[in-house]
Structures are given as C-alpha cells and as structure tokens.
C-alpha cells in the first residue's frame, strides 16, 4: 500500500498542493460565476447508479454551496492532502471576505480515473462515486473518510482564530487608533454619520467595537455586523437605514446626558420620505456613545439595530431608548444647525441653481442648507419692531380685534424654523429620489425684481425618456440671494405681500413655457438620431451588422435612451418622435424584467437592407418574441431602424401588427425597399419559427 501525505499552512505560505488539491480548487473557483451551470458540476464524479432522489438532493447541496461562496465572497486555499494510490483526501480551507465567522475547512473526496482525478459529490465522504463493493478498496476509503473528519475539525479550529486575527487587521486600519482613543463623544458621533453617508460599512462596524471580537463573546456580534452590512444595502425590513445612507437627510447632533464613560448622544433625522409611523415627525433617536480602554465605541439603537422586527417591535425598541423631553429637544434641531452653520448666499439666482444642481447629481443635500431662508438677527428684528410700532402710533385707527386670525405667541418659532427644513426636505426627495447621480442641468431663470423661479431638468433613471422640470423659488435679501423652500409656491410667511404679484408674474411663466421645454428636449434628443442614406445602395457587412444589433440591445437592457438613439436610424427624422421614444420605452421596460439572454438566430440581406433574426426574453422568462431587426446604412455607418417593427406572427396581435405595419410602408416607401423588406420577414418567419416552436413546446410540455 503506497501513502502520501502533504501538509500545507493554511495559506500563510505560497506553497502549491498536489493534483488533487488543484483540481478542487478548480472546481471551486468555477463556483465563483454566476454563469456557472446550477447542480453539481461536470468535474464531478457521480455513480451512474445514483437515483433521480438522491441527485436532485446532491444538486442542491451543491446549489446551497455555490450561493454561500458567492455571497460572502469567499476565497480558498491549499490545507491538507492524503494520496493513497487511485483514491485521494483533500481538505481545502475558505473564509469570507468580510466575516471571520463565514470559515471553513472543506473536505472532499477524489478518485483518479483515465488520469484525471475527480471530485466526490458527497463532502467529506466517498458516497455515491461507484467504488464498487471491493473489500480492500472500501477500507482504503473509510481510512480516508476518517482521516478527514479528524483533521478537519483541528484545523477548523486553527483557521477561524487566523480568519479573526486577519479581519482585525484589516479592519483596523479603516479608522486612525488616535481618533478612536481621543477624540470628543460629538466628534465621534460626527464620524460614525459621515461613514454612514459616504456607504463606509466597514468602517461604521469599526466604531461599534468589532476590533473586540472574540474578547467579549457576551455581545451579539453576528448580530450587529448581520444588521449593519444588511442595513446599509437598504434591505431592512422596516427601510429606516436609508436615515442614515440615503442623499436629502438632514442630521443634526444634539447634546444628550454624559457621565464619565458614557454619553448619550441625541440625533434628529429629517427626510422628505416616510419611514413608518409618525413619519411626518422629526425623529429623534439615541446612540450612546461609551469609552472603555480601546477607544469610544458606538452602540447601535434600537430604532437600527432592531430594523428587522415586525412594525410594533421595531416601535417598542425606540420607544424603550427614547423620551418625551428627547422629542421636544428635536424641534430645536433647526436652531442648532443654524448655529453651527453660517448662512451662505449668493450673487445671483443662477449661482444658487447650479449649486443645486451639483449637489442634487453628488447627492449632497447638507451643501445646499445655508442657503436656506433664516429668520433675520434679533437686531433686525428690534429696529423692524420699532417702525412698526412707530407707524401704528401715527395710524389713527385702531386695529379692530375681528381681524386679529393668529396670536403670534402661539407660534412656535423653532416649529416654523422646521418646517422650512422639511419642506426643502421634501423638495428634494421629489426632485432626486433621494439618489446620487442622477442626471441633472440648470435650465432656465425666470427673475421678476427681487424674486426668481429656477427651473432644473431632471432625467428619470427608470428608462423613462422625458425629463421632469422642478422649480426652485429663489429672493433676494441683504446679503445676497437665498432659496425659499416651497413646492409650487413659496413656504406660507415667507414671502413680502409686495412681491406676491412677482410670484404670480413667474408662476404665470413656466406653466406657458413647459410644453416648450419639452419640444426643445426632444429637438435635441433626437439629434442623435441618425437618417437613412438614400444614396448607399449596399448593405452592412454581418460582422458590422451583429455588432450594431447586440450593442443596441445591450443598451436597450440597460435602459439608456439616449445611447440606443445614437445607434439608431429612421427613414425620415419626424417632427414628433414621441410615437418612436414610446415604442422604445416599452421595450426597455420588458427588457428591465428579461431572465433569459438574447438569441441570434440568422442574418439575410435584402437589398440594402440586413435582416438580423432575433429571439428575445418577452419578459421574466415566460414568453419568447422574435423581432426582426434592420440594421441599414447611413452617414455616420450601419444603424438599427426604429421606425419599422416587424415582428414573428406568434399570435393574431402580432400578425395584425405585421399586416398594419406593412401596409403603412407600402405607402411610404420605394418600391424596391418595400420588396427587400418582405422578402426579409419571409425569411425570418423561415428562419425562428422552428425555434420559437421548440421553445413554445417545450415550456408547455409537449
């Protein structure tokens, strides 16, 4: 009996294992892609006697193994391998990218057969790979088996305390130790929000103590990082992470109780979406910001660190942290921010728009505040107090109570301050979405003496074509130009009586040049659009052809309008392309939801015409359409014709669809394009029916 056993150092060194070990290591890292096909791979080794049962519970083993290596990311290395003669024991070590807990020893079974060893499907074990009943050869095998199970929990054990000790280190550098150790509660508190709204998930996991892992094993650090990474994805079930990540949140920090090692620090939240109950309220939530010997550390709250619970447990474990009076302290949340940040203002309305504009595409809305209405100094208002009261002494006519409606020591200056927050709040998450990058450019400045109304445009991301214009209403004061949050209108007390007749002068305005916006939005869109060559007589060459038509459809699944028009021709540019942009939208929208790739069945040409014969995902994989693409010459090369959709009659619809449309061409265009074209969708019905029968058969078992 020959043995050969190999130790290798759980990849400290780069040492290479024997043929066994490679080829798990290529059947893993296979696992790797998505494209990689479901169930258990080809380079395993299953017995022909395995049962349809027993196969499908092995595919989904195997399935189960392959979502976990994708999904933490994992990363293998060489451990241990045992050779005795035909039969082989491997032990491959993997760990996750990012979590020390997601680590493994992996064990695997191999047999070398014609000179090629391959993998048992069972882990751990030589099940179901067809040795045979031979004695001497199952005994080999159990030794094997054993040898296994022995060695893989030793090293399972030394492999998570190398994993740990690895994320440490890495996690440890993401945050300065001086920072950690010496800097103020509010300073941190400022940290852990800013690493949440850059999407610095790593880092937040820092400020919550994860460099203690394995010192205190009373802490749920599953748990935290678990709801932590899941958070910042915006995958928790009650959706209030998006407070802390998401573009158009104001974050104020307001001073909460302290002691010697601990201090509360109190958060106000306010967003232009709902986040559950109360949602119209500002939210308030507690961290709790404490020192030990390694630094401040900061404890998630309830209100986060519970975002998973159903809706009332998720209520319950806010409300056990936060207070009546911790409720009344965020309505000071405006007078805060504004005593932390100096007003800014600028020199003219289209300053103040651009700024917008950057800020709305950088998805940061904290620039754009100080440029937000304020209340004039205190000093402002005594001097305005005492004309007033000048003037009301020389009026000879008392106020008569009737017309007295609010008694302004009613008012709540800090609610009123709020107020102006949210509704800019709430501006900006109907203009943005609450996204970064989206595609947006400073239109047009309407100006009526020392008011102004921005109009901004704003492409959709949703594979929409038309663009949405949001206005911006915009005064001027001493120091310069502000922005005055409203949505149609100015916020109610904030404008003068004496420009009400502007507002209304530049309200007036954009209603009557909407439509004109609009017109001159697809005048430029369609520009890209590129016109049939009359003059060109020959077709495209196939390569050209095929490369056109796949980069069209890439982009078609991408939902790009802009650049499938660049790809794209039409017979004769039209005066209004909406018909054409709607047609299109409708199939980005089927292409957003496709599962199944593009087909290319054939290409044909016609005249100077090339027929590309597609069949494409009609949508989630359950019907199949089978368009015939046109793919014609113009001036800047070969294009995909839009402004003709002719399609495989694979039901009355489609076939009147075909009918309708070639009799709207047979009156359009010349003859000779008029007889390519259906000679063309002859030969393409020739050409996918067959195919698109197969699949229809075989979805509807037949």
């Known amino acids: 009996m020959r043995w050969i056993s190999v130790l290798f150092l759980l990849g400290l060194l780069p040492l290479s294992g024997g043929e066994p070990t490679k080829a798990v290591l290529s059947v893993l890292e296979k696992l790797k892609s998505k494209k990689q096909q479901r169930g ?6 299953i017995s022909g006697f395995v049962g349809p049962k027993t196969r499908n519970l092995l595919n989904e083993a195997w399935n189960q193994r392959a979502d976990w290596i994708r999904n933490e990311k994992v990363e293998f290395f060489e451990g241990f391998e045992k050779i005795d003669g035909e039969l082989s024991a491997v032990l491959v070590g993997a760990r996750s990218a990012d979590d020390p807990e997601e680590a493994e020893m992996m ?24 040795l045979g009943f031979e004695k001497s050869l199952r005994t080999r095998a159990s030794e094997l088996e054993r040898w ?17 000790k690895r994320f440490k280190e890495r996690m440890a550098k993401l945050v300065d130790p001086e920072l950690l150790k010496s800097a103020s509660p509010r300073k941190v508190m400022e940290n852990f929000l800013a690493a949440a709204r850059a999407g610095r998930t790593e880092e937040l996991l820092v400020w919550q103590g994860v460099l203690e892992r394995g010192d205190h094993d009373e802490i ?22 998006r407070l802390l990540n998401r573009p158009g949140v104001m974050q104020v920090v307001l001073d909460g109780e302290e002691d010697e090692s601990e201090k509360s620090m109190l958060v106000s939240f306010l967003a232009g979406f709902s986040t559950g109950r109360d949602s119209k309220k500002l939210r308030p939530v507690i961290f709790r910001v404490r020192k030990n010997p390694e630094g401040w550390r900061v404890s998630l709250p309830g209100y986060f660190a519970k975002a998973d619970e159903d809706q009332w447990g998720h209520w319950r474990a806010h409300q056990r942290e936060v207070h009546f009076r911790d409720e009344v302290n965020t309505e000071r949340m405006a007078s805060v921010y504004e005593e932390e940040h100096e007003p800014r203002r600028a020199v003219n309305p289209a300053e103040i728009l651009d700024r917008v504009a950057r800020d709305l595409f950088d998805g940061t809305m904290e620039k754009s505040l100080p440029y937000l209405f304020r209340d004039p100094p205190e000093e402002n208002k005594e001097s305005e107090e005492k004309e007033e009261s000048k003037e009301d002494e020389e009026d000879e006519e008392a106020a008569d109570p009737k017309d007295i409606l609010i008694d302004e020591d009613e008012i709540d200056p800090e609610v009123e301050k709020v107020k102006r927050y949210r509704e800019f709040a709430v501006w900006w998450a109907k203009a943005s979405g609450n996204l970064k990058g989206i595609e947006v450019g400073a239109k047009k400045v309407y100006q009526s003496g020392d008011l102004a109304l921005g109009v901004l445009e704003i492409l959709p991301r949703n594979g929409g074509w038309m663009p949405e214009y949001h206005s911006i209403w915009m005064s001027k004061d001493v120091g310069g130009w502000l922005i005055l949050p409203g949505l149609k209108r100015p916020l109610s007390g904030l404008l003068p009586e004496d420009l009400e007749e502007d507002r209304a002068k530049l309200s007036a305005s954009i209603t009557r040049d909407q439509k004109q916006l609009e017109k001159e939005f697809l005048e430029s869109l369609f520009k890209r659009v590129s016109a049939l060559n009359d003059s060109a007589n020959k077709a495209a060459s196939e390569e050209a052809a095929l490369k056109i038509t796949k980069e069209w459809r890439n982009l078609v699944v991408g939902g790009n309008i802009p650049e499938i028009l660049s790809r794209s021709a039409v017979r004769k540019i039209p005066e209004s ?4 942009l709607k047609n299109l939208t409708f199939l980005v929208k089927g292409a957003a939801v496709a599962e199944v790739p593009d087909r290319v069945l054939g290409n044909h040409v016609e005249g100077r015409m090339r027929g590309i014969s597609l069949m494409v995902d009609g949508g989630r994989g359950i019907s199949m359409d089978c368009p015939l693409m046109l793919v014609v010459p113009t001036e800047q090369g070969p294009r995909v014709l839009i402004d003709t959709e002719l399609y495989l009659a694979t039901n009355k619809g489609k076939k009147m669809r075909n009918d309708n449309e070639l009799a709207r061409l047979k009156e359009k265009i010349p003859k000779e394009d008029f007889e390519s074209l259906e000679k063309l969708l002859n030969w393409h019905e020739k050409t996918a029916r067959p195919k698109w029968d197969q699949w229809n058969n075989s979805v509807n078992g037949q």
Do not use: C, Y
């Not at 064990?107 to 067809?130: K, T």
């Open 40 to 45: 258990v791979p080809g380079e395993v080794g």
């Open 107 to 130: 064990a695997f079974a191999l047999r070398l057969d014609d000179g090629v060893w391959s993998l048992g499907p069972v882990e751990g074990s030589f099940n179901s790979m067809g």
């Open 148 to 164: 296994m199970a022995a060695e893989r929990v030793t090293a399972a054990d030394r492999l998570k305390k190398e994993a740990l």
């Open 220 to 241: 749920p650090w599953e748990e935290m990082i678990s709801m932590t990474r899941k958070g910042m994805k915006n995958q928790d079930a009650r959706n209030v992470w």
């Open 577 to 580: 392309p909406l018909s054409i």
